[in-house]
């Protein structure tokens, strides 16, 4: 990934899921192109890629619809990680799920071609 123009939002984010509705994403990781970060409170761009790193109080339905808007809002690419469990999950625009965890590896797919992460790495 060397010589990419990768961004890391790790702020409270709030994106536009409708013309009138809005939903706050709290903490997320979220690449941008070139490190920018929206001019307003409501991102009127949605990243390639989230990332929600899970915390002990949170609750899988409560995942779930995050994982949901952030893939309805126009997220390619979701990635929930538990380090608690030491597992995590890939969710795809087009419904697919993968589940992993041992020897397994987080994959960038067509969103961040060529990145691969071992699960292991992150414990």
């Known amino acids: 990934m060397e010589g990419e ?13 409708s013309a009138d509705s809005h939903r ?11 490190g920018k970060r929206p001019k307003s409170a409501i991102a009127t761009v949605v990243p390639d890629l ?3 790193v ?3 109080d949170d609750r899988p339905g409560e995942v779930r619809d995050k994982v949901g808007d952030w ?10 990680i538990d380090p608690e469990r030491r597992s995590a999950a890939a969710y795809t ?19 961040l071609p060529g990145f691969v992460c071992p699960l292991s790495e992150l414990w």
């Open 5 to 17: 123009q990768l961004g890391v939002n790790r702020s409270k984010l709030l994106f536009r899921k």
């Open 24 to 34: 706050r994403v709290e903490g997320d990781d979220a690449p941008l192109p070139g």
């Open 50 to 52: 989230a990332v929600e």
């Open 54 to 56: 899970l915390s002990p």
């Open 71 to 80: 893939l309805g809002a126009g997220a390619r690419l979701v990635w929930t």
């Open 93 to 111: 625009a087009d419904g697919l799920v993968s589940l992993l965890n041992g020897g397994d590896s987080l994959s960038g797919a067509e969103v």
